[in-house]
């Protein structure tokens, strides 16, 4: 089946550092979604993204839907204490496909 | 709260004994998926269900689980005869259509003894 590869599987940085996190593929997607969990609780919907090329932001978050359709990024800027979870992105390989194939997290600590 | 509603948040069992995980969507939402996440792993696609139709359920094991979507009520996620290998986080999530981003609940945390 289809596997996506999350880089880096975790982060320590200073509050108010910017950080970058991507996630490839060998298959295309044609959406790309990056969500948020934290502890105890289900993931939160960050960024969607729907086609190559894509670049969107939602506040400190900015997402980028490579053009090759097989990767893409996000980016936090200006990192916070809260900012502190895993970030997982998921991809859909085709549209009416339903399910998503996430990747395996990456964990991220924001020392104040 | 109308985001997706996830019951119990914690479920404890004895091997041998069924689990039922129950899940209520957004308002509005007729699809839903389930996912199972092991301990620092993402999130693994089990099956996903439209109002009384399993439309797909590649991810779910062969034997002893089960899942449905009926006319009325939750969807329900059935364990059983449940083995050690059966605790973890199982997700729900529902969207308005396939194509549209998934919504998640907070999970049911399977615990065997």
């Known amino acids: 089946g289809q596997q996506l590869n999350q880089s880096p599987q975790s982060m320590f940085i200073q509050e108010g550092e910017d950080v970058s996190m991507n996630c490839t593929s060998s298959s295309i997607f044609n959406t790309w979604l990056w969500y948020k969990q934290d502890p105890g609780e289900g993931p939160v919907l960050l960024i969607a993204?729907?086609?190559?090329?894509e670049l969107t932001s939602n506040g400190r978050l900015t997402a980028q839907f490579g053009i090759t359709r097989k990767d893409s990024f996000l980016n936090i800027s200006a990192s916070i204490p809260s900012d502190v979870g895993i970030y997982f992105c998921a991809g859909h390989p085709n549209t009416n496909a339903g399910k998503s194939t996430f990747g395996d997290g990456t964990t991220l600590t924001v020392k104040p | 709260n109308a985001g997706v509603m996830q019951n119990p948040r914690h479920l404890v069992r004895r091997r041998g004994q069924e689990a039922r995980l129950r899940c209520s969507p957004m308002?509005?939402?007729?699809?839903v998926y389930w996912y199972r996440q092991l301990p620092e792993e993402g999130l693994k696609f089990m099956v996903y269900?439209?109002?009384?139709?399993?439309?797909?359920e590649s991810g779910m094991p062969k034997e002893r689980f089960s899942a449905e979507f009926p006319k009325e009520g939750p969807s329900i996620l059935r364990i059983q005869q449940v083995v050690r290998g059966d605790s973890a986080a199982y997700f729900c999530a529902s969207s308005a259509d396939p194509n549209q981003p998934q919504h998640f609940g907070d999970g049911t945390r399977l615990s065997i003894l």
């Open positions: 993204l729907y086609k190559a090329g």
């Open positions: 308002k509005g939402h007729s699809h």
């Open positions: 269900l439209q109002k009384e139709n399993i439309i797909d």
